[in-house]
């Protein structure tokens, strides 16, 4: 199978994150693999949107486009897809730096036909230099990175994470684009889960088709001083929870929940018991890290209910796009709930 040519969508929404705009650019320019082309998506930001186009208006493999549809994440993804150009397109995020391999991980995964995404491994810069030591590995998901838990190796999953994956041009013609609504939408509430509902639904559309999550495609993500908090975590984890009764809705509970019940019946007990032993064997951070683990789970589980209650009383609403013209939503989009 001939190699795919990849394009790289990286969605921006803030001049505060300008010099990781660049950065983030800059490790893609420098991939060992080289991508078709990398496209920035500016969500409804005229002066960064200016700012991008005057920065790279000589560069013939860099394309600043404006997002085409609603405030948000999901509609930036599907600017971007739309407007790309390759066989496979591969998403980063807009403070984050890949290694010089990252893209060559991603095309290996792709000589399976079979294969439809391929996911790879986000490692945490800490703003502070280092992890705080009550923050427990397997909740690395609240500052978008990779978590304990995850086998290693490249490996079979039901979901990649989105801020370090791609996926082939046809798995979006099979299920439509990212469902708006469901993402960060410009609000302050850190919401997410759109890669999840987005691969379950691929699935759905295609049972052949396999998924991948190769942790040598590395990525570093920056950590802002404000997220090494435990207020930061607990809104994150309240906002999961929101954002997970919208994937059960979507797509039902048995898939929306499978993983995830795998997660707290054998992951987090054991990170909790780990937690307890360091605390007894005097080890800083011990007794913290099992204490976020359990307030990790009852606010997730406070914010599934919530989100449960507010779908069950029609308060919530998302729809699922079709890839073409600016990304536009369809009529015939899915109706569930958002939060």
């Known amino acids: 199978m001939s190699d795919p040519g990849i394009s790289v969508v990286i969605c921006v929404y803030t001049e505060d994150r300008w010099e990781d705009i660049l950065a983030a650019v800059s490790s893609v320019r420098a991939q060992s693999r080289p991508a078709l082309e990398t496209l920035l998506v500016v969500d409804h930001n005229p002066a960064l949107l200016d700012r991008l186009t005057g920065e790279y208006k000589e560069a013939g493999d860099v394309r600043v486009l404006a997002n085409a549809g609603p405030r948000g994440l999901s509609a930036g993804r599907n600017t971007g897809i739309a407007a790309s150009r390759g066989e ?196 800083p951070g011990g007794a913290g890290r099992a204490g976020a683990i359990v307030a990790g789970v009852l606010t997730a589980a406070g914010g599934y209910a919530v989100g449960t209650l507010r779908g069950r009383r029609g308060r919530t609403a998302f729809r699922v796009v079709e890839i073409g013209d600016g990304a536009r939503e369809t009529g015939d989009g899915q109706e569930g709930g958002t939060v």
């Open 88 to 283: 496979v397109v591969a998403f980063l995020d807009d403070d984050a730096v890949a290694e010089r391999d990252w893209l060559r991980r991603f095309a290996e995964g792709y000589a399976d036909p079979r294969v439809m995404a391929v996911g790879g491994r986000t490692v945490p810069v800490w703003a502070s230099g280092r992890r705080p030591s009550w923050f427990p590995e397997e909740f690395d998901w609240v500052v978008g990175c990779s978590y304990r838990g995850l086998p290693p190796g490249r490996i079979r999953v039901r979901n990649v994470l989105g801020g370090n994956a791609s996926f082939r041009r046809t798995a979006f013609d099979a299920a439509g684009g990212f469902a708006t609504g469901i993402g960060r939408d410009g609000d302050k509430r850190p919401l997410g889960c759109e890669e999840t509902e987005l691969c379950i639904r691929l699935g759905r559309a295609r049972p052949e088709a396999v998924l991948l999550i190769d942790d040598r495609a590395v990525i570093h993500h920056r950590v802002p001083g404000a997220r090494e908090h435990f207020r930061y975590f607990r809104t994150r984890t309240w906002a999961e929870g929101l954002s997970k009764a919208l994937v059960a809705r979507s797509v039902g509970a048995d898939k929306g929940l499978q993983s995830e019940r795998r997660y707290t019946t054998r992951v987090l007990p054991a990170g909790v018991a780990r937690g307890l032993r360091d605390a007894l064997l005097g080890r």
